[in-house]
Structures are given as C-alpha cells and as structure tokens.
C-alpha cells in the first residue's frame, strides 16, 4: 500500500509544466514603493509649461483663454528610478527584473488580462494555482557602461493627498530575451485552452510598475516536471541573483555616517 507521501509525490508529477520564451518588447524599472534600496538618480531636463499673462489695470479685462496663456521652456530636476544591477563573475554587470514569482510581471500579467477580459470573477482566484519559475530576481543581460538603458520614460504621479503631481522618470530597456516556466497545479480548474488564452492575453496587456512594458512570446512547449529540474540544474540557476545579506551590503541602508562632533 502506498504511503501518504507516495499519493502527494504522484499528484506532484501530474503537474502540467509550461516552457516559454518571450522577447521583452519594453520593461520599467521598479519605483520607491517596490521597496528599492538604491536612490533615484537626478537629471535636468528641459520641459513645456503654461503660464498666465499678467494683464495691467489699462488692458481689457475680457480676453480669450489662449490670449490668457502662453507655453515657455524651463529646466526641472527630475527623479529617475534605476533598474537594480549585480555583478556576474562570468558575465559582468547585469540588470535585474522581477520576472518570475508571485509578485513577478508575468503572473502581474495574468491576473492583468483577466481582469481586460472580464473573468477575474471565475478565472483570478485559479490563477494562485500557477506558478511561475524560477522565482526571484533575473538577470536580463549586460549594462554597458557608456549607455546602460535606453531613453527614461517619464510620468506623471499624483504627490500626497493633496491635487498635485510630479514628473517622475523610470529607466527603460528594450528588446531582451528571457526564458521562464509556468507550473499548473493538477487541481487548477482552468484546462488548456484557458491558460493559452491568458498567455496570449499578457502580449498586449500593460506590464511593469508603471503599465507600459510589453512582452511578445515566442516559445510555448509542454513539458513535466522532470524536464524543468533539467533545465534549472543547466541554466535556470544561473539566471537567478542571490542578493547578500543587507548586514553585509555598501548600499545608503549600512553606509557608515560621520559622527557627530560636539561643539
């Protein structure tokens, strides 16, 4: 007779298992509330404003709106979040991205498209049911020194509780191919047709913190779990960071501080 352990270890190899390759059209770098340990950087840029003119007690007080104001050019020090980078022994200086997980752009994706698609009532709460591999932070390939992203993407946020905004940048990269697989639990009610169409779904849904990346699939091959391990003991393991412990990093978190001098 089989053990319990035996039951649970036959359900987990009817696992369905997913590999996919996709092109990263567009991707964002996370902002402040994503919990970033790296600040801003601050660039000057040249932007439109609209300013009312000043009329003296002589003009007519009745005048046109586009009389009323008039655009001027004006320089403004803007905040740009940066994607996070590591150090590869082997590849060097790499961007990192949250792909994988469940907080990944991937599975963001999912529950994204279901929601365009007006089915989040029956098809969000399954979606917990899949899981995207490998988990964590992947390197998305090399930051060249000279010019390491692409333009900034700038948007305006609301700032506070008050009906104000600011202009706030996002490093921006383009064009970077990942692999990933998705795991379908046996007890997901959605068949196979269900996670296709979720997945052709993310291609046009908005990714990232900022709703602007997009991503284009260009692999979609069946496979087991076996296949997966496979390929994670040959190449997944090596796509994933492993962050150091905070206690040991140089960062502005454990930068050490001039003391105080009494005077």
């Known amino acids: 007779m089989d053990s319990l352990m035996d039951k649970l270890e036959k359900l987990r190899e009817k696992d369905i298992y997913y590999y996919v390759k996709a092109r990263i059209d567009r ?104 899981r995207v591999f490998p988990e964590g932070d992947m390197k998305l390939g090399p930051a060249p020194p000279e010019r390491p992203f692409e333009r900034p993407i700038f948007v305006l946020e609301p700032r506070g509780r008050h009906e104000t905004a600011e202009i706030v940048g996002y490093e921006a990269i383009i064009n970077r191919e990942v692999e990933f697989w998705t795991k379908i639990n046996i007890s997901c009610p959605l068949v196979e047709d269900d996670i296709l169409t979720i997945l052709h779904g993310s291609e046009d849904v908005p990714l990232g913190p900022t709703k602007r990346g997009h991503i284009t699939i260009l692999t979609y091959d069946k496979g087991n779990r076996k296949d997966y391990l496979e390929w994670y003991e040959q190449k997944g393991q090596y796509l994933i960071h492993t962050p150091e412990p905070i206690s040991e990093r140089q960062d502005i978190l454990s930068a050490p501080t001039e003391p105080v001098q009494e005077k």
């Open 27 to 130: 991707l964002c770098a996370r902002g402040a509330s994503y919990g970033l340990l790296k600040l801003p950087n601050v660039v000057s840029v040249v932007i439109l404003d609209t300013v009312e003119t000043e009329y003296g007690s002589g003009t007519e007080v009745i005048k046109s709106r586009r009389e009323r104001k008039r655009n001027i050019r004006k320089r403004q020090d803007i905040k740009v979040f940066p994607f996070d980078t590591c150090e590869d022994e082997k590849l060097g200086k790499q961007i990192l991205a949250p792909i994988g997980g469940d907080r990944g752009i991937i599975r963001t994706g999912f529950y994204r498209t279901v929601v365009a698609n007006k089915q989040a009532r029956y098809w969000a709460p399954p979606i917990d049911l899949i």
